[in-house]
């Protein structure tokens, strides 16, 4: 081997060394791997020997109608030097993955020197964004056809109250307020359903890890519920102005949401709900406490259940979808952190998350 070609694979096994993504080095003649880093074993999960032995035992996982593909961008690879961001497909004991490869011919062009990574995640989130686009145009339509027809029986019956009271025909005043309540009553239950599917797909759908400021996502959230509540007296405890960590901010801005929307359903008129903030060196504690009704001891054990036996209707009649709490739940595990609560009865409620800070 040229000092050069020499030179050239020690810097790459440098690389392999400290890289979190997979690096090989793959002989073209002798069809085997030269250099496999540790990362290029788990993302690929085939044994490294055998990996060493025969490098085409990667192609088995490989569905049959990749492969036009990935022929074509290898034939790429050998005509221009380079083949980047190539998107692979793999199904592995039954799971798909999905690898980006980026594939560089050496100088000698016997040997293939490649970059692996596992794109799963970002895969599920760019098919989630456009499920999402999808399935939000369907509901918004869905929404609009099964609202119309008792909205506007609705409009028709307030016009009915209305004229009951002109002509001082009070007694038919009863069977009207009886129409109005089942027609809201329908219309908030065909909101709900589709809140509970939206719900319940988020805690499927893998972590996407990115910079953020806490801070900023629970006064957002705090401002939009200070609207449309101004009868809580909602408060901000913490010394930081910016709050950065890495983890998922859509799913921590739903647990926000979740917790405090619970805390809004179950607080007095007039009473305090308040964000406490804490900076620790490994965490970040966030503590959402209220004055509620707090929450009955038989039913503390079942508060973080899908359709939960603890379910109850919120102070103004709120109907609880008992998932709530199961997401938040579910939600705070994805993010690799902790959720816990203290409670009593008509004295208040006190949630604790904990996240890590990277």
Known sequence: ?????????????????????????????????????????????????????????????IPVEEMDYLELRFAE?????????VEI????????????????????????????KDVTTAKKHEEYLVNYGARKDAILDMVAQNLSTPLNLSKFTVDLIEKAIQQKKYHKLNAHITLMREVTSESIKVIDKFLQEEHLESPRLNPKVNRFDIISKIVIVMEKLKETNPD????????????FIENDEVKFFQIIHNLLSNSVKFAKPHSNIEVVVRDHKAKVEVVIKDEGIGIPEDLKPFIFEKKSRASRPGLNGEISNGIGLYVVKQLTEMLGGNIYFDSKENKGTRFTLE???T
Request: proline share 3%.
């Open 1 to 61: 081997m040229a000092t050069e070609n020499k030179d050239s694979f020690l810097e790459i096994k440098r690389l392999g060394k400290v890289s979190n993504d997979g690096v090989f080095v793959l002989s073209i003649a002798e069809k085997r791997f030269a250099f496999l880093n540790p990362p290029m074993v788990k993302i690929l999960e085939i044994d490294k020997k055998l990996l060493m032995e025969e490098a085409q035992v990667v192609l088995h996982s």
């Open 77 to 85: 690879l050998m005509d221009l030097g380079a083949s980047e961001e």
């Open 89 to 116: 497909r793999v199904v592995q004991n039954n799971v798909q993955k999905f690898l980006s490869c980026s594939a560089y011919l050496s100088s000698d062009k016997k040997s293939v020197i490649g970059f692996l």
């Open 232 to 243: 809580k007296q909602f408060r901000l405890d913490t010394k930081a102005k910016h709050l």
């Open 355 to 357: 996240l890590p800070k």
